[in-house]
T-cell receptor, first 113, second 115 residues
Framework: DQQVKQNSPSLSVQEGRISILNCDYT??????FLWYKKYPAEGPTFLIS?????DKNEDGRFTVFLNKSAKHLSLHIVPSQPGDSAVYFC????????????FGAGTILRVKS | KAGVTQTPRYLIKTRGQQVTLSCSPI?????VSWYQQTPGQGLQFLFE???????NKGNFPGRFSGRQFSNSRSEMNVSTLELGDSALYLC??????????????FGPGTRLTVL
């Protein structure tokens, strides 16, 4: 049973436009959410995180939005650049869950120039 | 600071064999976590070691085991390999590990193929 779901396996966006990656979770005990980016032949690298006490966190071109009532979070990349092309993983954790990271299956983002 | 290193990067084994993978964390990090990545499944948590003790465990069979040494280096062992064990195995290190919201830094992974 997948507790963290990324329902879009892939997304294609034009350079300069906004990329929106979505993630849904089912476990209400999750209280910390993260996005990781992964290039081929490399390990995932941490991108941005958000605590459940917030609904938005921004870091440069990257913004994560959290909607707790809908158990939904999204990552916005504005403007998208070709170097953003990678696999993006959403992850969730919670103290009640031992702080283990539970990952989604990932979304492949392709930014076309 | 050097990043997380994993050896070997690629491995080919046959069913029934056993395998040992190694992970060296970032200097000063005491927590090492292991994950399995398979297509369509994302990353699944295997276990976490902190100060040579297994502190957290995921839902994997006992064929998957690990250990951590006093220098925080960690090894993961899989015995009696099955075809379904073919995956990318990632380790991640952090200062305090899963007791906090420390950022986890991942290594490049070991690609294991079981024939």
């Amino acid at each position: 049973d997948q507790q963290v779901k990324q329902n879009s396996p892939s997304l294609s966006v034009q350079e300069g436009r906004i990329s929106i990656l979505n993630c849904d979770y089912t476990n209400s005990m999750f209280d910390y959410f993260l996005w990781y980016k992964k290039y081929p032949a490399e390990g995932p690298t941490f991108l941005i995180s958000i605590s459940s006490i917030k609904d938005k966190n921004e870091d440069g071109r990257f913004t994560v939005f959290l909607n707790k009532s809908a158990k939904h979070l999204s990552l916005h990349i504005v403007p998208s650049q070709p170097g953003d092309s990678a696999v993006y993983f959403c992850a969730a954790s919670g103290k009640e869950y031992g702080n283990k990271l539970v990952f989604g299956a990932g979304t492949i983002l392709r930014v076309k120039s | 600071k050097a990043g997380v290193t994993q050896t070997p990067r690629y491995l080919i084994k046959t069913r029934g064999q056993q395998v040992t993978l190694s992970c060296s964390p970032i200097s000063g990090h005491r927590s090492v976590s292991w994950y399995q990545q398979t297509p369509g499944q994302g990353l699944q948590f295997l276990f976490e070691y902190f100060s040579e003790t297994q502190r957290n465990k995921g839902n994997f069979p006992g064929r998957f085991s690990g250990r951590q040494f006093s220098n925080s280096r960690s090894e993961m062992n899989v015995s009696t390999l099955e075809l379904g064990d073919s995956a990318l195995y990632l380790c991640a290190s952090s200062l305090w590990g899963l007791t906090s919201t420390d950022t986890q830094y991942f290594g490049p992974g070991t690609r294991l193929t079981v024939l």
